[in-house]
């Protein structure tokens, strides 16, 4: 087999050299005494896994700035010109794609509105606008290293099956499948708000963090674990369903089928739910953040800021039941609903406060991040480049 023709996986198929990869990846530039110290390796470890991600050129070393007297040291850095991957996010609306290069810079970005969220219709959409990604991507057809998927719901990652999805009404579609065979490119498929943890280890607010979660706030209430360095998915995939947390047998019905769950009490038809049971025609939660911000004042914008305010208590009593069970260092709020952090925040943070014990919460910092839909997307891609150097997120 040829230098050209060798697989990534095989180059890097060995665990201490993907992670020397992966620290690469996310900390370079890095010289290989740093690199040693950062995983815990005698430097000749690392000298003797170096050179076959050098001579095919994954890696690239280059000369940094002498400090003080002696010779420059050497800095280890990706090429990212190596590969491009793409990632796609599926959501309930549209279906958002970037292309990244192997360091994760995005390349380009996409959206397309979708008319439904049929498997169908949101596969076919997915394959079309790879499609139309690669097709702004020079020699795109040779240097792709693989599609990446983020679904909500449950995902089993082996199969790329999606088991089921509430907010997208789906059960046991596959859509690694339909996608490997749309496009022709090896697929990796995962829960939406895990391609978030991926980016937000990465190249966000987890990168110096082991134990951390993103937390989604919107139409659904969404969870993604990273623990001691490792992306969490449970046995099967189920792991970090936190919007159905059960937490009152009584109260609203699901989009899941039962009653009670945090989503139902926290998520976008929560607030929007007291607000029209108060007599207030609000469909839309821009309209209910709107409201709830009018400089006007009255009546009307007290309701709204009630609803907002009970949507993020129950939100902080969710929190505060995964503090006390994993003991975060940070908990990250993400999704389309944490613009209205203003409006749900204080009561989610007094919750929490209320609810966790011991110094669970203080030990957990919170953070907003409000992301775009491309960062969903390129966390999908980091899926790829992630299982293409196998290893653990660390």
């Known amino acids: 087999m040829s230098p050209s023709k060798i697989r990534f996986s095989e180059l890097v198929g060995e665990q201490t050299r993907a992670e020397i990869f992966a620290t690469v990846l996310t900390s370079g530039p890095i010289s290989r005494t740093q690199l040693a110290q950062r995983l815990g390796l005698v430097p000749s470890s ?14 690239r070393e280059s000369d940094a700035a002498p400090q003080g007297r002696g010779r420059p040291q050497k800095m280890l850095h990706v090429n990212p010109d190596k590969h491009i991957v793409v990632g796609t996010k599926i959501g309930p609306a549209q279906v958002s794609g970037v292309v990244t290069d192997m360091a994760a810079n995005v390349l380009a970005r996409a959206e397309e509105p979708i008319a439904d969220c049929t498997p169908e219709t949101a596969l076919s959409a997915a394959a079309a606008l790879t499609s139309r990604l690669l097709s702004e991507a020079p020699e795109a057809a040779d240097r792709v290293l693989g599609l990446g998927v983020g679904v909500s719901g ?19 579609v596959d859509v690694a499948g339909p996608l490997r065979e749309a496009t022709g490119l090896p697929v990796v498929v995962n829960n939406d708000v895990n391609t978030l943890v991926v980016a937000e280890r990465w190249f966000g607010q987890g990168r110096d963090v082991d134990s951390f979660a993103v937390v989604t706030v919107g139409p659904g209430i969404g969870c993604g674990l990273l623990l001691d360095g490792t992306l969490f998915s449970g046995a099967t995939g189920l792991a970090g369903e936190l919007g159905h947390l059960p937490l009152d047998p009584a109260g609203p019905m699901c989009s899941c089928g039962r009653r009670g769950c945090l989503e139902a009490l926290a998520g976008d038809r929560a607030v929007l739910r007291h607000l ?16 709830a911000r009018s400089p006007a004042g009255g009546s009307a914008q007290a ?27 940070k908990i990250i709020i993400a999704g389309e609903g944490a613009v ?33 839909h491309d960062l969903w997307a390129r966390g999908a891609a980091c899926l790829v480049i992630r299982d293409a150097v196998g290893a653990a997120i660390s």
């Not at 952090?341 to 011991?358: I, N, R, V």
């Open 46 to 59: 690392v000298t003797r896994m170096l050179p076959p991600l050098l001579e095919h050129d994954y890696l």
């Open 154 to 172: 449950h995902v089993d990652s082996d199969s790329g099956i999606c088991r089921y999805s509430a907010l997208l009404d789906w059960n046991k």
């Open 276 to 291: 029209q049971d108060a007599g207030i025609p609000c469909t839309k939660i821009s309209e209910a953040i709107d409201l």
């Open 303 to 329: 309701v709204a800021r009630s609803a907002f305010a009970e949507a993020g208590a129950a939100l902080g009593r969710g929190l505060a039941g995964m503090c006390n069970l994993l003991n975060l260092q």
């Open 340 to 372: 209205a952090y203003d409006l749900f925040g204080p009561a989610a943070s007094q919750a929490l406060e209320t609810h966790a014990f011991s110094t669970a919460a203080r030990d957990c910092d919170i953070h907003v991040d409000p992301v775009r």
